[in-house]
Structures are given as structure tokens and as C-alpha cells.
């Protein structure tokens, strides 16, 4: 079974899925041929040589190599798994606070809000020439893809090609931890299908696994005696979501606070580039890029006055791959090449494919995250209850807004991205909107797609 990573130059993301596949004893059955790629050979290199050592530690009997050529990694394959960005910090500095410039209250911007946009728009053109190499020489293998903003990427993918995509992320599995907290429970003794888009799912069932239970009435009593302040964070916004539309939502507040226009009242101070404006742009010749935070509560704020500045690589880097524990993660990348390519069935809380009827009132063609199974060798997405019709609202327009940006990149349109952008319930003036729009497309014209 030939299995390629795509961004194995990432410690983080590569060393995750090498001990992920190479601790599957289905997959080892199998035979296993892992084939690296990456564009960058140094890091690619490093990677090669640690999943050797994983391989000679386990005694395993799988190959690995390693290579530069998109082509070569992708002939022949059963599973593509891909993760990747160009120049992730220096952009999404731009996608975090160019928006907040113009005066559009947006606490995050990865995923949702303008600045998820144009993550979306850099992102599309490497992943759509990857996705074109596996229609070319792959066409029957399955793209696991963990590039963001995943929902978007794999709409443009499953849209402008033919290739079985793929999205997948861990969000669920923080809603879940959530939860299972409050309840004070278990995760593993809980059932919680959950249905929406990535970075802003509902768990629209929360119940005993083993007496079918329902448990979401002792979670709203639960929840009403909680203490305001606790892991505020992570949960503040989704307890004031839960109150308002019924339903828990995942993953944490400020990916959930990116669809939301009132969300900057329930996320604390964003420091995740902070810089003094008046010492001029960030992104002029010479300067330095901001620090990287995730949100504030993981800011290392007691560091000395004159202290070293905090790496990015604390997100993006593991410190010391020979230092990491042999055990799986929680992504479900290997789970899913379980089932299809050894027929072993797995559990798969939250995948990203196209809706094909599985949440009511969507279209068909709108990219989901929802529950899977595997039928006849392909992942099909479970069929869902409707979900309530605030909610439902918000993700409607979640998805006019990526049919949009699609069509903006595949017709090279400046109109069809506006039209996206003044979709947005963050953006709130037209003025504004098209200002911004000038900024990102000078300062990043070199990432993004022409557009005319």
C-alpha cells in the first residue's frame, strides 16, 4: 500500500502521520510504502531519516523514500495525505490584522472572516496543482487532506476536479473534550454526532453511549451553574451559543467566533500579532514579523522584560522528534485508510465532504463536516437530523460565501470576491471592504490568483 505525505517537511504534521501509520497493525499487514514529499529537501531529508529510525525501532517491514517531484509521489498511490501553507506566518499576519484596520471586528482569521478568504485564495492554487497530478497519475486514490482553511480547500477541490477529497481536522475532538468535562464524564461514554462545517460544528445529540441516555438536559443545568470565568478562552462563546440556539458547538472561540459578527464581546484581547502601528507596517522591507499566538490564554506573558521573542515554531514545530512518545494521535487520517484499504471499520466522528443530502437544506455540492462511514471501499457522509434554523441560517451563508469565492477563482473575478467579502457578517461597510480588498491584493500578490 503506497501512502504519500505531502508536506513532509513539517515536523508537526509529517511526524504525526509517520507514527500514526507505521503503529497500525492493519496497514502493516497491508505492506506499507511510505513515499515523502515536500518541496523544501532539507527538512525533507530530516524526516526520512526519523521515519527510518521509527521504522528500524518497530521492526517494521515498510519502505520509505523520499522526493521532490510532485509526480513521482503521487503515481501509484492509494492515500495522499497533505499538509501545507506558503509562508504561513508572514501571510496569516496579513489575514489577522488587515481586516481589524479596516475596522472589521474579526478575531481570528484562518478560517472564517475576509482574512479566511484569502488564506482560501493561496491556499487553492498549490492544492488544486496537487489535486491535478492525482487525477492525472492516482486517479482512483483517496486525498486526505489537513491544509486550511479545509472547507473552503476541499470545495475548490471537489468543485474543479475529480479527485475523492477528503478534509480533516481535530476541532471535533475539542468539542467533545468539552463536554465530556462539564459532564464530568468519559469521552469514550458518550455519543456526540455532530454536523455543520469545519471550525463550527453542533453536537446535535449528547447521550449515554451504553443506555442511549440523553444527557443534553443535565449539560443546560450543568452549564447554568458553571462558574462565568472558567476556561473562558476556549468555551465562553460557545456557552453564550448554547444558551441562544440550543446546541453545543465546536471547537473553541475563536475559530467558532469567526462566523459570528458579535463574537469579539465573548473573545478576550488578540495579541496573535500584536504590533505598535506607529512604528510603520509589520510587513515593510526589514521588519520582523509579529509573534504568533494562538489566543492569549497561552501567551507566555510572565517571560522576562528582555527575554527571547517566542518562536513560531512553538505552533508549528515539535521541539525534538526523537523525544516524542511512539503513540497514535487522535487524527483520523489512518482510521479512514484502515477501513477503506484493510476493510477494519473505525469510528469517524468528523470528516469533510461534499453534503450530498447529509444535513437537510443545504446544497449537495457544499463541502460539510459531518459523521462518516465507509461503503463499498468509498467514505460516504452520514445522513443527519435538520439542524435549527438559526443555526442553519449561519451556515447557509457559510456556503453562498464559498460558492462565491470558487467561482472568484476560477473565473479570475475581483467581483465574485467582493461579493464574498461583503457576504461576510463581520464586514459591515462597502467602502471599507473594497479598501481592504486593495490592500491584500497588493501586499500579497505574489500568493494569490489573478484576478481581473
Not at 524526516?47 to 529510525?53: D, P
Not at 489566543?295 to 506573558?301: A, K
Request: charged share 25%.
Amino acid at each position: 500500500m503506497k501512502v504519500t505525505l505531502i508536506g513532509a517537511g513539517s515536523r508537526q504534521f509529517a511526524g504525526t502521520m509517520i507514527r500514526d501509520l507505521l503503529l497500525s497493525e492493519p496497514i502493516a499487514q497491508q505492506g506499507l510504502d511510505i513515499v515523502l514529499m515536500d518541496i523544501a529537501a532539507e527538512p525533507l531529508a530530516e524526516m526520512e531519516s526519523y521515519t527510518r529510525a521509527v521504522i528500524a525501532r518497530l521492526g517494521h517491514a515498510a519502505t520509505v523514500s523520499a522526493t521532490t517531484e510532485l509526480e513521482e509521489a503521487v503515481s501509484g498511490a492509494a492515500f495522499i495525505i497533505t499538509a501545507i501553507e506558503v509562508d504561513r506566518y508572514h501571510y496569516w499576519s496579513q489575514d489577522f490584522t488587515i481586516p481589524r484596520t479596516y475596522g472589521f471586528k474579526q478575531v481570528y482569521g484562518e478560517n472564517g472572516g475576509p482574512g479566511g478568504l484569502f488564506h482560501a485564495l493561496r491556499q487553492f492554487t498549490p492544492l488544486l496543482e496537487i489535486a491535478r497530478a492525482i487525477e492525472k497519475h492516482a486517479p482512483d486514490a483517496l486525498f486526505l487532506n489537513f491544509s486550511n482553511p479545509e472547507h473552503k480547500v476541499c470545495e475548490a477541490i471537489s468543485r474543479l476536479t475529480s479527485v475523492k477529497v477528503v478534509g480533516l481536522c481535530h476541532g471535533y475532538f475539542m468539542g467533545a473534550r468539552q463536554i465530556s468535562a462539564l459532564l464530568d464524564r468519559p469521552r469514550e461514554e458518550l455519543y456526540l454526532p455532530a454536523a455543520g462545517i469545519n471550525h463550527f460544528q453542533w453536537f446535535q445529540e449528547v447521550r449515554d453511549r451504553a443506555t442511549g441516555e440523553d444527557l443534553y438536559p443535565r449539560l443546560r443545568e450543568i452549564e447554568r451553574e458553571a462558574n462565568w470565568v472558567s476556561d473562558w478562552h476556549e468555551i465562553a462563546l460557545s456557552r453564550i451559543l448554547f444558551r441562544r440556539f440550543g446546541l453545543w458547538p465546536s471547537p473553541s472561540a475563536n475559530h467558532i467566533g469567526e462566523y459570528i459578527s458579535w463574537a469579539e464581546d465573548y473573545v478576550p484581547a488578540q495579541l496573535q500579532y500584536f504590533h505598535d502601528p506607529a512604528e510603520g507596517s509589520p510587513w515593510r522591507e526589514g521588519a520582523v514579523t509579529p509573534e504568533w499566538h494562538y489566543h492569549i490564554g497561552q501567551v507566555d506573558t510572565d517571560r522576562p522584560f528582555h527575554g527571547a521573542r517566542t518562536d513560531e515554531t512553538l505552533m508549528s514545530l515539535e521541539a525534538s522528534l526523537e523525544d516524542r512518545p511512539l503513540a497514535s494521535s487522535e487524527e483520523l487520517a489512518i482510521p479512514i485508510i484502515e477501513w477503506v484499504g484493510c476493510g477494519v471499520e473505525r469510528e469517524l466522528p468528523a470528516v469533510n465532504v461534499p453534503n450530498r443530502g447529509a444535513i437537510p437544506g443545504l446544497p449537495d455540492e457544499m463541502v460539510v463536516e459531518v459523521p462518516a462511514r465507509v461503503e463499498n471501499g468509498e467514505l460516504v457522509p452520514m445522513q443527519m437530523q435538520p439542524l435549527p434554523e438559526g443555526v442553519l441560517a449561519m451556515i447557509q451563508r457559510q456556503g453562498s460565501i464559498h460558492r462565491l469565492l470558487v467561482e472568484a477563482y476560477q473565473e479570475q473575478s475581483k467581483d465574485k470576491l467582493l461579493q464574498a467579502i461583503l457576504l461576510d457578517p463581520i464586514v459591515d461597510s462597502h467602502n471599507r471592504a473594497v479598501a481592504m480588498l486593495d490592500e491584500f491584493l497588493e501586499r500579497q500578490h505574489d500568493a494569490l490568483p489573478p484576478l481581473r
